[in-house]
């Protein structure tokens, strides 16, 4: 059974920087990957980004593109979301989120959809203020 814990939310204020920790515990595989999405009040859940953990391949949503670095630590078993230049419209929970199978051909559209991920953390709470 795998296991995700996020932690690193909290209150900052605009133009400020959080960094975002997710520790996977039980299996892991080979063609693992990690995504972190949010939900905000009132919103549905949105893709933020997603890394294979093992080429470290990535891809962002194109709100957050140069504003967030999504990386892992394959020693610590552990993925980030390094999150500047924070918006009041970042504001929301973030998940982190695990899969299985990167696939042979993976887009944007198709590594964003919320059904590819087997797992999922309990979420942490990023607020900005302006």
């Known amino acids: 059974q795998v296991q995700l814990v996020e932690s690193g939310g909290g209150l900052v204020q605009a133009g400020g920087s959080l960094r975002l920790s997710c520790v996977v515990s039980?299996?892991?595989?080979?063609?693992?990957?990690m995504g972190w999405f949010r939900q905000a009040p009132g919103k549905e859940r949105e893709f933020v980004a997603v890394?294979?953990?093992?080429?470290?391949?990535?891809y962002y949503t194109d709100s957050v593109k140069g504003r967030f670095t999504i990386s892992r630590d394959n020693a610590k078993n552990a993925g980030y979301l390094q999150m500047g230049s924070l918006k009041p419209e970042d504001t929301a929970v973030y998940y982190c989120?695990?899969?299985?199978?990167?696939?042979?051909?993976?887009?944007?559209?198709?590594?964003?959809?919320?059904?590819?991920?087997?797992?999922w953390g309990q979420g942490t709470q990023v607020t900005v203020s302006s």
């Open positions: 989120a695990a899969g299985t199978g990167w696939p042979t051909i993976a887009t944007i559209a198709s590594m964003s959809r919320p059904g590819i991920y087997d797992y």
């Open positions: 890394i294979r953990w093992s080429r470290g391949t990535t």
């Open positions: 039980g299996r892991t595989f080979s063609s693992y990957f």
